[in-house]
Every structure is written in C-alpha cells, then in structure tokens.
C-alpha cells in the first residue's frame, strides 16, 4: 500500500497559477503509474495528468494540455502538478492516485492508491 498526502491547493484568480505536491510513501516501487485527477460536486472524477514511470510515458487531459504540467521526484517520492494560465472550469477537488496501470492511465478506476485531496479554487 502507499499512502499519498496532496499539497498546495488554493484560491487564485483566473490567469493565475498553481503548483500541487503529493508526497508518496510505502511501497512506492509497487506503483510504477501517478497520476492527477479532479472532481466537482455531481461530476465524476476526471483524469487530469498521469505518468508512467518505466517508459515516462505522460499523458494530458485535452482540457488542460499546453496549461499543465506533471512531473515526478522519484528520489523524494514527490508528484507534481503545475498548473498555469487557470481557468474557473479548473475549480475542482484535486487528487493523487498510484498505480500498475498497462492502459488508460487517466481512467481513475485504474489506480489503486489515493490521496485525500487539494482543493483548487479559481474565481473570475
């Protein structure tokens, strides 16, 4: 099991950015696959950005692309989302999801692993 704890969620104004952190710890090598995702009351959780560690295969909401970035620490077990020129569609409940996924890494159901969550806020 791996235990993810998300940071970095706020309140910033539209054309604002924000950087998210999830801090892995267990059994981290177990979970090759990280991803992002966001959820807004009465919505089902939607994939935002997700990596897989062995081939650094990364893969982008069209929602987001060319606004987000994803990376990862593997040496301090860090995930990162930045997160640029916001929007208020972006305002969500962000969390952090590990996994072994082979296909569909923004499919939520893939992962098994989450974190609580950080909340975005983006007013106009």
């Known amino acids: 099991q791996v235990r993810l704890v998300e940071s970095g969620g706020g309140s910033v104004q539209a054309g604002g950015s924000l950087r998210l952190s999830c801090a892995a710890s267990?059994?981290?090598?177990?979970?090759?696959?990280m991803g992002w995702f966001r959820q807004t009351p009465g919505k089902e959780r939607e994939g935002v950005a997700a990596?897989?560690?062995?081939?650094?295969?990364?893969v982008y909401a069209d929602s987001v692309k060319g606004r987000v970035t994803i990376s990862r620490d593997r040496a301090k077990n860090i995930l990162y989302l930045q997160m640029d020129r916001l929007t208020p569609e972006d305002t969500a409940m962000y969390y952090c999801?590990?996994?072994?996924?082979?296909?569909?890494?923004?499919?939520?159901?893939?992962?098994?692993?989450w974190g609580q969550g950080t909340q975005v806020t983006v007013s106009s």
């Open positions: 999801a590990a996994g072994s996924v082979r296909a569909g890494l923004l499919v939520p159901w893939a992962y098994v692993d």
């Open positions: 990596t897989n560690a062995p081939d650094g295969e990364t």
């Open positions: 267990g059994n981290t090598r177990s979970r090759p696959s």
